[in-house]
């Protein structure tokens, strides 16, 4: 059981990232929508506008015009040979001020606005894209994932327009798209997809029963709790690693179809930035819960660590007394009951991880700062308890003749 939890920690990692990406619009949006100011992805948009728009002067056309005109009036052919030569001249400043004005588009608030809303109308698209469907603004083709772009060089349109360049009123109505990314491995992985997504929220579910389940029919439970989460810790890294093999293999493979491999990367890197952050804070959280185990054992460190802050505690209540401070009853009680607190402790803090939406490894770090707290103030009252207890005991006993 502890071995196929291990197995399934990651997985149910890729299986909750599957459900985040596909199923939830907002946080998909909200995902995406920084590459809307990310500069090689702008880069990339005004280089497929500008080729979309497809705005050019026949150069070569007009300056032979303007050659014969001149020839005809009595200017010698060399005139008329030089004027042919500006033809290319012509074609470059037309694409240049194609490319200025998408640029000035691009960097602007319009193509983020066009940007998110293409992205959210095309959310169904995203969903079906693992499965090889697609529809909307956003289509997948053969592993191919492509953006309309048909509105922003609309806009672009409007802009050469204003700007005084005529020719930009014959650009034709146009469905552009624009490649995000391609893969040829899309195809064969879309069973594996489908069966990640009809799993959704119950497979992480599965691990953790396993997990406790192999862990309560251990004969050595603490060990047996150390070893899975440090195992478990171990598959996340094993992951992580992959992913990132896998983000080299994928820009090392890029098709002729992505323009901008750099733009490429940062696509890949935005739409898996949560699974790594899921990746790291299951690394994080295995490495704190073995290591709060190995603690509470019975070896020679953990005894000395937990004396330690027993001490630490009896020299605070005993400084408390001498000062008029006594915890009462209620350090007796919390005595008492101090190891069901500690559970309760427990039960609710790994509640509340449960519940958290998307907990990140500062999440894990708060919970385990909350966790000590509340230890050390348990602790406080127990001492309290024992010396309130332990008439005449010396300072420093643990609870005098009541010995825990």
Known sequence: MITLTCILVPLSLLTVWVHDIVLDTDRYVSTVAPLASDPDVQAAAVHRITEAADVRVDGAEVTSDLAKWLESQGLPPRVGNAVKALGPQLDSAADAAVSKVATRFVEGDRFEKIWTTANRAAHNAVGHALTGEGRGALEVQSG???LNIGEAVDKVKEDLVKA???????????????????????????SLVHLLDVLGN?????????????VLLARRRRRALVTAMLCAAAACL??????VIAR???LDHLPEQVQSPSAAAAIFDTLVRFLRVSIRTAIVLGIVVALGAYLSGAGRLPRGVRGTAERAADSAAGWGADHGVHTGRVGTWVQDHRRWLTAGVLLVLALVFALWNHPTVLTVL?????????????????AGGRLGGGAGAPRGAPGGGTRQ
Do not use: N
């Open 366 to 382: 708060l919970l385990v700062l909350i966790l000590l707290a509340v230890l050390a103030v348990l602790a406080l009252l127990a």
């Open 248 to 250: 080299r293999y994928y």
């Open 144 to 146: 191919t994932v492509t």
């Open 238 to 243: 094993v992951l992580a690693i992959g992913l």
């Open 202 to 214: 119950w497979l992480p579910v599965l691990t953790v029963l396993l997990g406790v389940a192999g």
């Open 164 to 190: 005084g360049i005529s020719p930009a009123e014959k650009i034709p109505e146009v469905d552009k798209q624009m490649v995000l990314f391609q893969s040829d491995k899309l195809a064969k992985i879309r």
